[in-house]
Nanobody, 119 residues
Framework: QVQLVESGGGLVQAGGSLRLSCAAS????????MGWYRQGPGKQRELVTLMGTGGRTTIVDSVKGRFTISRDYAKNTVSLQMNSLKPEDTAVYYC?????????????WGQGTQVTVSS
């Protein structure tokens, strides 16, 4: 059974930093893309950043220069370093992973972690 377990998040003042981490577990995993989405209050879930197997990164303009994604391919983990946080970054952040197992492949999601940035 594939699981994505997130850690990090919390409450921080504007201008502060937080780090989110996510670990994928299960047997026979082949992980392609890992990354982060977020869903703000009253908004739809949106892409924040993704990293593929070759290190190729996609990141939205609203967080470019402030957020950095990193992966540990050996440990099946992905992290998101968030600096210079703004109140508009307040959201539930979800880890995502495109995973293939012996039974097939699909997109998996973490449980979500709340990030609140106060002004």
């Amino acid at each position: 059974q594939v699981q994505l377990v997130e850690s990090g998040g919390g409450l921080v003042q504007a201008g502060g930093s937080l780090r989110l981490s996510c670990a994928a577990s299960g047997s026979g995993l082949s992980i392609n893309t890992m990354g982060w989405y977020r869903q703000g209050p009253g908004k739809q879930r949106e892409l924040v950043t993704l990293m593929g197997t070759g290190g190729r990164t996609t990141i939205v303009d609203s967080v470019k220069g402030r957020f950095t994604i990193s992966r540990d391919y050996a440990k099946n983990t992905v992290s998101l370093q968030m600096n210079s946080l703004k109140p508009e970054d307040t959201a539930v952040y979800y880890c995502s992973a495109d995973i293939t197992t012996r039974t097939g492949g699909r997109l998996y999601w973490g449980q979500g972690t709340q990030v609140t940035v106060s002004s």
